[in-house]
């Protein structure tokens, strides 16, 4: 089950059924299965706390992937800061929308196994983001 959440921003305007049948579509294409996933949006201030309490980072970021997979299951916790998102979309000259559909897929291909930090992984990441996108 797949669940949308926010906690002191507006919920987005997502379509939560059509969302959730892609993130089955892209999981599956990775040979995955969706088990427990929830989504909270949040602020920036928010996803600061989180980063802080929970992984040590003293910085904002778009997304927080809290995984808790099992085999092929994917299960997690995903935080992600409509503040930023949006940030980020004016920064890059992306549609917002799509910018959140970027994001919220983002969590998932690191469900998935897909790295973004080391040398060449962000590269490989923005491949998968696309191909998901895609399959929107």
Request: aromatic residues 8%.
């Amino acid at each position: 089950m797949i669940t949308y959440n926010a906690d002191g921003v507006k919920m987005p305007k997502i379509r939560h059924r059509d969302t959730s049948a892609w993130i089955k579509r892209v999981a599956q294409a990775h040979g995955r299965k969706v088990g427990e996933i929830g989504y909270m949006f949040v602020s920036d201030e928010k996803i600061l706390e989180v980063n802080r309490q929970y992984l040590g980072h003293d910085y904002y970021t778009d997304i927080i992937t809290f995984d808790y997979d099992e085999g092929d299951v994917l299960n997690g916790d995903l935080v992600i800061s409509l503040d930023t998102v949006r940030t980020n979309a004016e920064k890059f000259g992306k549609d917002y929308d799509e910018e959140l559909h970027r994001v919220i897929i983002h969590g998932i291909l690191h469900l998935c196994g897909i790295n973004d930090k080391g040398p060449g992984e962000r590269e490989i990441m923005e491949a998968h983001e696309n191909e998901a996108l895609a399959m929107r």
